[in-house]
């Protein structure tokens, strides 16, 4: 399905894949993070997540805007709060 979408193939897309085992013993945390859902697509921009998804909640066009945005130099980090 990536390469349908033409994600796969991109420069800046890395795709990971749990490696097993399934069940009680799945992996329950990737990069220092919790994972508590597989698949789950999380999209990181300067080893930052920027967006963390998971099975279901994901849309291929979705994904592509977020790439997308991935490239994007704007960044909120130094903007003031708006509280």
């Known amino acids: ?4 979408f033409e994600i796969a193939d ?3 897309v890395t ?3 749990d490696p097993g085992p399934r069940g009680s013993n799945h ?3 990737f990069a220092a993070l919790p ?3 597989i698949p789950t697509t999380w999209v ?3 080893g ?3 967006y963390a ?3 279901g909640e994901m849309r291929f066009p979705v994904l592509q805007q977020f790439l997308e945005d991935s490239k994007s130099e704007w960044s909120h980090k130094g903007e003031p709060s708006i509280e």
Do not use: E, F, H, V
């Not at 399905?1 to 349908?4: D, I, P, R």
């Open 35 to 37: 994972l508590s859902w």
């Open 48 to 50: 930052d997540l920027r």
């Open 15 to 17: 795709i990971l894949a």
């Open 10 to 12: 991109q420069p800046n």
């Open 27 to 29: 992996i329950k945390q």
């Open 53 to 55: 998804l998971n099975y």
């Open 44 to 46: 990181y921009k300067g």
């Open 1 to 4: 399905m990536l390469t349908k």
